[in-house]
């Protein structure tokens, strides 16, 4: 399975401003998913990204608060645009693999907005 | 369209006892279903998982068995230990069915904490 290193791991940001979350993986994989989880709740999906094509967004999702990159098959950002505390939550990337079936994480991103 | 309800929590049990945490789930496919647990502060990590009915998934002393009928998938362990305490999570993927659906669609997460 495929190895993924997210950071950062945390940052305390003010609000107004940007932040650029980065997910690279050790190998080549085609689906990367960037999911968002709120204090306490579960995991939301907020995109999909293909490399070399837009990224696919969720209901509730949009791409000017939340753009996406991929340019290649082993790297992705996620920016979380002019945040307010509503943006606190941990941001957590993930790939899927299809030798093994199945689907790695990051270690997430806590973001903490004041 | 895809979901997945797992038991509320949160569950406290001691040192030693047998853990149930309940998941079933409504797909348009035939999914395949995880386990997904996460420690405190940390991210997920993959527990077990089951590709297609009848299957059972097992990893570090848990189980979960793929009920076709039932559309359940179950999460047990015999005997639980502190390090065990951590949010376990449902999840399933209808991308192997073909139903088209790529990403994992999870349950809300039962927190488990084990006390000695």
């Known amino acids: 399975s495929a190895v993924i290193s997210q950071k950062p791991s945390r940052d305390i940001c003010q609000r107004g401003t940007s932040l650029t979350i980065q997910c690279q993986v050790d190998?080549?994989?085609?689906?990367m998913f960037w999911y968002r989880q709120q204090p306490g709740q579960s995991l939301t999906l907020i995109a999909t990204a293909n490399q070399g094509s837009e990224a696919t967004y969720e209901s509730g999702f949009v791409i000017d608060k939340f753009p996406i990159s991929r340019p290649n098959l082993t790297f992705s950002t996620l920016t979380v645009s002019n945040m307010s505390p509503e943006d606190s939550s941990i941001y957590l990337c993930?790939?899927?693999?299809?030798?093994?079936?199945?689907?790695?994480f990051g270690s997430g991103t806590r973001l903490t907005v004041v | 369209g895809d979901s997945v309800t797992q038991m509320e929590g949160p569950v406290t049990l001691s040192e030693e006892a047998f853990l149930t945490i309940n998941c079933t789930y409504t797909a348009t496919g035939y999914p395949s279903l995880f386990w997904y647990v996460q420690y405190p502060g940390e991210g997920l990590q993959l527990l077990l998982k089951?590709?297609?009915?009848?299957d059972k998934g097992s990893n570090k002393g848990f189980e979960a068995t793929y009920r076709k009928e039932t559309t359940s998938f179950h999460l047990e362990k015999g005997s639980v230990q502190v390090s065990d305490s951590a949010v376990y999570f449902c999840a399933l993927s209808d991308r192997q069915s073909g139903a088209g659906s790529y990403q994992l669609t999870f349950g809300k997460g039962t927190k488990l904490s084990v006390i000695p």
């Open positions: 190998s080549q994989v085609t689906m």
């Open positions: 089951a590709t297609k009915a009848d």
């Open positions: 993930s790939v899927e693999w299809v030798s093994n079936y199945g689907y790695t």
